[in-house]
C-alpha cells in the first residue's frame, strides 16, 4: 500500500460515513491506497475494526451513528481533533428497508428519513468549518429517486431529498469554495440483498435486476469510488450535479 507520502492523494484528507462496508469501504480503500488519510464511520465497532484491517495504516475510525446530533457533533469534534482541517466529505451512511407502501409504519419511515435524509444534512453542516477552501462534498443518492421503484417508497423519497439538498448545499456553499455533488448508483453488488432477503428471494431479485439493466449485469462498489473520488476531487468546475453510476439504467 503507498504511504501518506505518495500516490495521487497524497496529503489529503477525508472523512467518510458510512465507512465500513459497500461503496463507503471501497473508497476508503481506493483513497488510502493512493496516499489519503481517511476517516471512516460506522455503528459497531466489530464492523469498524474489519474495515480498518482491510484500509491499512492511513485510516482512523469511529463509531457515529448518523441518526444522532449528539453524535454527528462529536465527530465534528473527533475530525477537528485527528485532521485540523479536510479535502474531501463522502456522506455515504444510508440504510435501506423494503415493504410494500401499505405496509410501511411510521417508525421505518422516520428511521429512513432520519438517518438518510437528516443525518446526511447535519453532517454537512457541522463539517463545513473544517472544510477546506476548493473541497468537495460528495452525498449517496440512488437511482431510485426518479425510477418509481416498488417496495422502497420511503427510502426512495430519502434519497430524492438528498438530490434536492445537493442543489441546495451547492448553492449556499459556494461563496465557500466548497463544492457539493452526487453520486447516484444503481444495482451494485454490496451483499445489501443477500443480508436482507431470504436467499431465494435475493438471487431471484438479483438476476431480475441484472436483466433489466441496460448492460445486463450488477455494478462493482469500486465502479462507484471512483465516480466519488473523481466528483470529490477532480471535477473542479463541477457543482450541484448528480452522477449516476448505474448501467444506464436511469438514462437509457
Known amino acids: 500500500m503507498e504511504q501518506s507520502g505518495s500516490g495521487k492523494y497524497a496529503g489529503k484528507k477525508v472523512v467518510i460515513t458510512g465507512g465500513s462496508s459497500g461503496f463507503g469501504l471501497e473508497t476508503a480503500k481506493l483513497l488510502a491506497e493512493e496516499g489519503a488519510r481517511v476517516l471512516i464511520t460506522g455503528r459497531t465497532q466489530a464492523t469498524l475494526d474489519a474495515a480498518l484491517e482491510q484500509i491499512g495504516g492511513n485510516a482512523v475510525a469511529v463509531v457515529s451513528d448518523a441518526a444522532s446530533l449528539a453524535d454527528i457533533e462529536a465527530l465534528a469534534d473527533r475530525v477537528k481533533a485527528e485532521f485540523g482541517t479536510i479535502d474531501a466529505l463522502f456522506v455515504n451512511a444510508g440504510v435501506t428497508r423494503f415493504a410494500p407502501f401499505e405496509a410501511v409504519t411510521e417508525e421505518v419511515y422516520d428511521e429512513l428519513l432520519t438517518i438518510n435524509a437528516k443525518g446526511p444534512y447535519f453532517t454537512v453542516q ?29 427510502y426512495a423519497a430519502s434519497k430524492a431529498a438528498l438530490r434536492s439538498m445537493t442543489r441546495s448545499l451547492a448553492r449556499e456553499l459556494l461563496p465557500r469554495k466548497i463544492r457539493v455533488n452526487a453520486v447516484s448508483p444503481g444495482p451494485i453488488d454490496t451483499g445489501i440483498l443477500d443480508r436482507s432477503m431470504p436467499k431465494e428471494a435475493a438471487e ?18 469500486i465502479e462507484v469510488a471512483k465516480a466519488v473520488a473523481f466528483l470529490a476531487f477532480d471535477a473542479t468546475y463541477t457543482t450541484g450535479a448528480e452522477f449516476p453510476v448505474d448501467g444506464g439504467g436511469s438514462q437509457i
Open 204 to 221: 431471484q431479485t438479483k438476476a431480475q435486476m441484472a436483466q433489466e439493466n441496460p448492460m445486463l449485469r450488477f455494478g462493482a462498489p
Open 126 to 154: 457541522k463539517l463545513v468549518p473544517l472544510l477546506r477552501e476548493g473541497s468537495g462534498v460528495v452525498l449517496t443518492t440512488s437511482v431510485a429517486n426518479v425510477l418509481g421503484i416498488p417496495m422502497i417508497s420511503a
